[in-house]
C-alpha cells in the first residue's frame, strides 16, 4: 500500500459543521475542482466519477464516526483499491476552528505508484485547498 497524506488545513467552523457536509456525497461536488473530476454523480453514502487521464472511480463511505472521521473505500470498478479518510479535529483554543487533513492508502504496484502518485497527493491538497475556501467564504 503506497500512503499519501494531505497538508493540514485550517476551516473556520465547527468540526460539527464540516462533518456534517461531508458525510453526504451529494455535497462533494461544491469542493472538488471540476478540471479534476467530471461525470460526478452521487447519492449520500456513494458517489462515482472520472478522473481525467486515469479513469472511472467509485466512492462509498465504509465508516463516520461524528465530528471526527469519515472512511470511505472504492466502489465498483477503479483503477487501483484504496482506502481514503477524512479527519477533523477542533484546534484547542480557538472556538469553531477547525484542522482537517485527508489520508489515501492506495494499492500500487511499482509502475502505477509512478504514474499516479504524483497525482494523488497533489488531488488531496488541492480538496483541501477546496474545503477551506468552500468553508472559509462562508
Partial sequence: MAKYTSKIGRINKSDETIYNFLADFNNLKAVIPADKVTDFEATADACQ???PGIGQAGLKMIEKE???????????????????WIQLKPIEGEENVTAIRLTIDAE????????????LQKGIDSIVDQIEIFFNKK
Fill in 66 to 84: 461524528p465530528f471526527k472521521l469519515i472512511k470511505i473505500t472504492a466502489d465498483g470498478k477503479t483503477p487501483f483499491p484504496f482506502y481514503f
Fill in 49 to 51: 466519477f472520472k478522473i
Fill in 108 to 119: 500500487l504496484n511499482a509502475m502505477m505508484k509512478m504514474m499516479v502518485g504524483s497525482h
